[in-house]
């Protein structure tokens, strides 16, 4: 059974620190994985998705890397903002589920400071 | 478009009672999905549907039951409200069925 780890489990940095998530996955059997982000009492947002022939995909400030093989991957956000403020979860989806049913970590909180 | 739509946000039921869990979206996607988040949990998923006419269970489908009449609806039905129920439930969707999940805000639930 997919196992999903992400640490730390909270975060708190002064603004313009460049930051990393760390997610880590039991199962290296994956067909993709996003980084989703969820804001206080809101739904989830997709940040990024990265397919398991990828090493890494980027969005402005962010940049999701995938290591498959060690059953790694982590969010680097450049220059945080306080808007950066938020819960971030990652969710690889398991390769022969049968369907793709993404498997949710705890999430890492992170509050950056003004 | 307004993506995908919940109501309602808040309810308190009592054990034993029952509601439905709207879920809504106007993207004309296929795959929905229905999960439950408890406090300092992930995300489990409870039930998905691949088009109308078509569910099957997730993680935690026991007390919930769905329906997709269209594409556009998939409602979540809790008969027998227990306490173990109370979470906040999210409704997704997505376009192909490893692609990106679009959520919904949410409906947080309390059953006393």
């Known amino acids: 059974k997919q196992e999903v780890t992400q640490i730390p489990a909270a975060l708190s940095v002064p603004e313009g620190e460049n930051l990393v998530l760390n997610c880590s996955f039991t199962?290296?059997?994956?067909?993709?994985l996003q980084w989703f982000r969820q804001d206080p009492g809101k739904g989830l947002t997709s940040l990024l998705l990265?397919?398991?022939?990828?090493r890494e995909q980027t969005s402005g400030r962010l940049n999701a890397s995938l290591d498959k093989s060690s059953g790694r991957s982590t969010l680097y956000i450049a220059a945080s903002q306080p808007g950066d403020s938020a819960t971030y979860l990652c969710?690889?989806?398991?390769?022969?589920?049968?369907?793709?049913?993404?498997?949710f970590g705890t999430g890492t909180r992170l509050k950056v400071l003004a | 478009n307004a993506g995908v739509t919940q109501t309602p946000k808040f309810r308190i039921l009592k054990i034993g009672q029952s509601m439905t869990l709207q879920c809504t979206q106007d993207?004309?996607?296929?795959?929905m999905y229905w999960y439950r988040q408890d406090p300092g949990m992930g995300l489990k998923l409870i039930y998905y549907?691949?088009?109308?006419?078509?569910?099957d269970k997730g993680e935690v489908p026991n007390g919930y039951n769905v329906s997709r009449s269209t594409t556009e609806d998939f409602p979540l039905r809790l008969e027998l409200a227990a306490p173990s129920q109370t979470s906040v439930y999210f409704c997704?969707?997505?376009?192909?069925?490893?692609?990106?999940?679009?959520f919904g805000p949410g409906t947080r639930l309390l059953v006393l």
């Open positions: 997704a969707s997505s376009y192909l069925e490893e692609g990106t999940q679009y």
């Open positions: 199962d290296s059997a994956i067909y993709n």
């Open positions: 990265i397919q398991s022939s990828q």
């Open positions: 969710a690889p989806s398991p390769e022969f589920s049968g369907t793709y049913k993404y498997i």
């Open positions: 993207m004309n996607h296929n795959y």
């Open positions: 549907s691949v088009g109308a006419g078509i569910t």
